[in-house]
T-cell receptor, first 116, second 111 residues
Framework: GAVVSQHPSRVICKSGTSVKIECRSLDFQATTMFWYRQFPKQSLMLMATSNEGSKATYEQGVEKDKFLINHASLTLSTLTVTSAHPEDSSFYIC????????????FGPGTRLTVL | GDSVTQMEGPVTLSEEAFLTINCTYTATGYPSLFWYVQYPGEGLQLLLKATKADDKGSNKGFEATYRKETTSFHLEKGSVQVSDSAVYFCGRGSTLGRLYFGRGTQLTVWP
């Protein structure tokens, strides 16, 4: 099946700094990628839809100035957590839909962000 | 609003026991429905899906039937194995490829 990678797998940063997380589709082109946040013992929350060559679409309640998304190529989307605070600590997961496999999303392994 | 509600865990079973994880949804229309599985240390993987009412998705001995009358998509397996221990997520599709998930159910199977 299609492979989606994320980098880094875990990151620890100081409060007030910005952190960039990369999501790559390794063997297919992805015009659309999705970013999720997973809280401990809670569901995956869809944060935004990343669209190649255009602005991301954010879900209700997600601060777009806090979570900057850039999808500059067909294989790479980045999520930047700006001015991170301890409450931003979470597990961030991306996914992508392979246009050749309708309705099926492939998920990255996730990035554990810890803000001190 | 639209949502997915699934059975709270954790669920603990002995090997070869019968498994049911309940999932119901609310949505406008008839969305595609999914079960994803997250094994320890790995990313989510599609387990099965159904795209219209009365469809049955199946994979690896797991089954789920799209019931529009009860707006449900319960996951079942007749005989679980230790290797089935994982977190299971019920999800529904939406416009533009978006997926919305339930809270996840942790399953632990003991030998």
């Amino acid at each position: 099946g299609a492979v989606v990678s994320q980098h880094p797998s875990r990151v620890i940063c100081k409060s007030g700094t910005s952190v960039k997380i990369e999501c790559r589709s390794l063997d297919f082109q992805a015009t659309t990628m999705f970013w999720y946040r997973q809280f401990p013992k809670q569901s995956l929350m869809l944060m935004a839809t990343s669209n190649e060559g255009s602005k991301a679409t954010y879900e209700q309640g997600v601060e777009k100035d806090k979570f900057l998304i850039n999808h500059a190529s067909l294989t790479l989307s980045t999520l930047t957590v700006t001015s991170a605070h301890p409450e931003d600590s979470s597990f961030y997961i991306c996914s992508s839909e392979d246009t050749g496999s309708a309705d099926t999303q492939y998920f990255g392994p996730g990035t554990r962000l810890t803000v001190l | 609003g639209d949502s997915v509600t699934q059975m709270e865990g954790p669920v603990t079973l002995s090997e070869e026991a019968f498994l049911t994880i309940n999932c119901t949804y609310t949505a406008t229309g008839y969305p595609s429905l999914f079960w994803y599985v997250q094994y320890p240390g790995e990313g989510l993987q599609l387990l099965l899906k159904a795209t219209k009412a009365d469809d049955k998705g199946s994979n690896k001995g797991f089954e789920a039937t799209y019931r529009k009358e009860t707006t449900s998509f319960h996951l079942e397996k007749g005989s679980v194995q230790v290797s089935d221990s994982a977190v299971y997520f019920c999800g529904r599709g939406s416009t533009l490829g978006r997926l919305y998930f339930g809270r996840g159910t942790q399953l632990t199977v003991w030998p």
